[in-house]
């Protein structure tokens, strides 16, 4: 007979085992991914989006080279020679030329250093031009960015939603099989009483496999709608997983104004904000072309110092002092003619100009289409899915009475499976409106720039 301490180890071990053995399936047990996470994910890793939060980086440096326009420009140089020469003739006392007596190489060297400064004290306005054609520019970036990163949440939100539609639809499938299952059991009970025959039985059977295939394509479905979702976050690398969340409740969309939801979209679109700022670069750009026919002041300040000696006596003397001696220049520069390019910048500058503002209107009437054809999809979506729910109703309904009439042996096998089939594929149906209201909110979402009225599937 064992003792407590024996028996103690014993139940200590099985406790162990029991770990041991569940730890394996712990592991490997997929991540859930929420929604958020999947935001998440995409924004750190989404290719496009990450592309156009690089550009943000250019902003600063932009600013900063517009900002140095306005300081002197530095110079410092330093230079060392060696000159060797030798003369075949020379020089008399009246400048005519004579045979050289004495014709040799003469080797000389020298050393210099200088430091200059370049300060424009006008420029016709072009500094301040292109300084706010630069902070334009940044300000398109980071309309830019918002513009991608909403189309990169819809795209995520978009494929994560079918991630659940196809999750809702496996479950259906599996339902629609149980409750298969229960028909054969039925009908087999039915059979030994002498009441169904077995061609009952067989198409009961019959059901059940195409049923179990219904649910194989299921899974199939669903496990290519998590790899359409893997590709949008850009997560290769992360391990099996899976989505968790439900849709959000369709609402009536008759109460959105469509005036009041085409001015939200043409004052916050990111896209229109972007093309805006597009426009304010270009009508930048021309003013500084423009400033191209005043005329520039600029100060000159420059100091130099020189060692010179024969042989390579000076030659790599950074700091000599032989001879030194300083400069100041102030000069005026009037473009008279420059061969009529600067007419042609100009030119260019505004046609670039004109066509932003084109953009511009383009882009309005697109972003007002847009919104009008999305809303109407909305309620078409709101409608379907209306009709789709009441209709899965009248269909459950139909199928509970055929199945209570069924073991009552009122109506007859065939007669039960049209009934199954009915509410089966009413159930399908409701569950794709369901979702295809939420896929037609995210689109109108993404146009008007914001959430709607009713819940938001976006963050």
Do not use: C
């Amino acid at each position: 007979m064992r003792g407590p301490g024996a028996l103690s180890g014993v139940v200590a071990g099985y406790f162990l085992a029991v770990v041991l053995a569940a730890a394996p399936l712990e592991a490997q047990a997929p991540r859930v991914l929420s929604l958020e996470e999947a935001l998440e994910l995409a924004r750190q890793n989404n290719p496009l989006l990450r592309q156009a939060m690089n550009e943000l980086e250019l902003t600063p440096a932009g600013m900063r080279a517009a900002w140095g326009a306005f300081l002197p420009r530095l110079d410092l140089g330093m230079r060392t020679n060696v000159n060797l020469n030798r003369r075949l003739q020379a020089e008399d006392n009246f400048g005519n030329p004579i045979v050289n007596p004495n014709v040799e190489w003469v080797t000389a060297s020298g050393s210099g250093q200088d430091i200059s400064a370049r300060f424009s004290l006008f420029e016709g306005g072009r500094r301040f031009h292109d300084r706010g054609a630069e902070r334009a520019r940044g300000i398109a970036r980071e309309r830019g960015v918002e513009a991608e990163m909403t189309n990169t949440w819809g795209r995520v939100a978009t494929s994560f939603y079918e991630t659940i539609r196809q999750s809702d639809l496996l479950e259906l499938e599996m339902t629609i099989l149980a409750g298969k299952r229960l028909d054969l059991e039925s009908t087999r009970r039915l059979f030994e009483l002498a009441v169904a025959s077995r061609v009952d039985v067989l198409a009961a059977e019959l059901e059940v496999q195409r049923q179990e295939r219904a649910v194989r394509q299921a899974e199939n479905d669903h496990a290519k709608a998590v790899l359409a979702l893997r590709a949008e976050i850009v997560a290769p690398d992360m391990g099996e997983f899976t989505t968790r969340g439900s849709a959000p409740e369709p609402f009536d969309p008759a109460a959105l104004d469509e005036v009041a939801l085409i001015g939200r979209a043409l004052e916050q679109s990111p896209l229109i904000q972007q093309n805006r700022a597009q426009v304010d670069v270009s009508r930048a750009s021309l003013s500084a072309v423009r400033s191209a026919r005043l005329p520039t002041i600029s100060l000159t300040t420059a100091f130099f110092q020189n060692a010179n000696a024969l042989e390579y006596a000076a030659t790599f003397q950074p700091f000599s002092s032989d001879s030194r001696y300083a400069s100041a220049s102030l000069s005026l520069s009037l473009p008279v003619f420059t061969g009529f390019s600067a007419e042609r910048d100009i030119a260019d500058a505004q046609v670039a100009l004109a066509n932003a503002e084109e953009v511009v209107r383009q882009t309005r009437l697109e972003i007002e289409r847009d919104v009008r054809s999305r809303l109407i999809d909305l309620r078409g979506a709101w409608d379907s899915y209306r009709l789709a729910e009441r209709s899965s109703e009248i269909a459950e309904e139909r199928l509970r009475l055929a199945r209570e009439e069924y073991r009552l042996t009122t109506v007859t096998f065939s007669d039960l499976q049209l009934a199954i089939e009915g509410a089966a594929n009413e159930r399908r149906t409701a569950i794709d409106a369901r979702y295809e209201f939420v896929a037609a909110h995210i689109a109108l979402e993404q146009v008007v720039g914001g959430p709607l009225d009713g819940d938001t599937p976006l963050p």
